[in-house]
């Protein structure tokens, strides 16, 4: 009966670590700083707008979860999401770059 236990405990810690959102990124937050200078240009720039395609307000990246901008940038990539301009950068970028650019932007 203990055996069965151990093992209920271990996956309902399993369950609690897989659901509670508390991730990191797989990427280098150093060498995602060195790639960023495409990036600063439209998000680094406080309230700034743009007006292709459309008007509206860029989002800020620096403090974002670093899943959402790995699924965003692989979502532009793969063309599950829709921005040209933001689609042809990302269909540039390696796994590795996505992964950097997210472990940088997180903590910054």
Same mark, same amino acid.
């Given at each position: 009966?203990?055996?069965?236990?151990?093992?209920?405990?271990?996956?309902?810690?399993?369950?609690?670590?897989?659901?509670?959102?508390?991730?990191?990124?797989?990427?280098?937050? @150093?060498?995602?700083?060195?790639?960023?200078?495409?990036?600063?240009?439209?998000?680094?720039?406080?309230?700034?707008?743009? @007006?292709?395609?459309?008007?509206?307000?860029?989002?800020?990246?620096?403090?974002?979860?670093?899943?959402?901008?790995?699924?965003?940038?692989?979502?532009?990539?793969?063309?599950?999401?829709?921005?040209?301009?933001?689609?042809?950068?990302?269909?540039?970028?390696?796994?590795?770059?996505?992964?950097?650019?997210?472990?940088?932007?997180?903590?910054?």
């Amino acid at each position: 009966m203990k055996q069965k236990s151990i093992i209920n405990l271990l996956l309902a810690l399993g369950m609690l670590l897989a659901f509670s959102g508390v991730t990191q990124a797989a990427g280098d937050a @150093a060498a995602g700083k060195s790639k960023l200078s495409m990036c600063e240009g439209c998000h680094g720039i406080p309230g700034h707008k743009t @007006a292709f395609p459309s008007v509206y307000h860029v989002p800020k990246l620096g403090g974002q979860h670093a899943d959402y901008i790995i699924k965003a940038l692989e979502g532009y990539k793969n063309g599950t999401r829709s921005h040209p301009t933001m689609t042809a950068l990302a269909k540039t970028l390696s796994q590795q770059d996505i992964e950097d650019f997210a472990a940088y932007y997180s903590k910054n």
